[in-house]
């Protein structure tokens, strides 16, 4: 089974944000093609979020944020704004209301850290 940036080489698409991702590593993960920006979980292998890159992308990147492993975000410049994408693997009903509870206090604190106050 080829590698999910292999797949996507035959679309248009310069980005994919990507879950349950298990690979080992953390940070920037460069190939050939594609960068990787990931974070996973070195305890259990499980959950982990990233986003893979054409290279020619990677010159807009100006910043990679993994908060934990179910959550990390990516900043893009842009021609008159800068993007901040979230990639988010949120718990799901079989998790416990405190593994829940602590999910949405990492999330909204790293959301608010970037929000733009007027």
């Known amino acids: 089974m080829p590698e999910p940036a292999e797949q996507i080489s035959e679309t248009q698409l310069e980005m994919l944000t990507m879950q349950e991702i298990r690979w080992h590593g953390n940070g920037l993960i460069k190939k050939q093609h594609y960068s990787y920006y990931s974070r996973f979980s070195s305890k259990t292998g499980q959950a982990g979020t990233g986003f ?3 290279n020619k992308m990677k ?7 993994p908060c934990n492993e179910r959550l990390c975000k990516l900043r893009i410049k842009c021609k008159y704004n800068n993007i901040m994408l979230i990639n988010v693997y949120a718990a799901t009903e079989d998790h416990t209301e405190e593994t829940k509870e602590q999910f949405m ?6 959301w608010t850290k970037h929000q733009k106050v007027k």
């Not at 010159?59 to 944020?65: K, L, R």
Request: glycine content about 6%; hydrophobic content about 50%.
């Open 52 to 54: 893979i890159l054409l």
């Open 59 to 65: 010159n807009y990147v100006i910043g990679f944020e």
């Open 105 to 110: 206090i990492i999330y909204s604190t790293c």
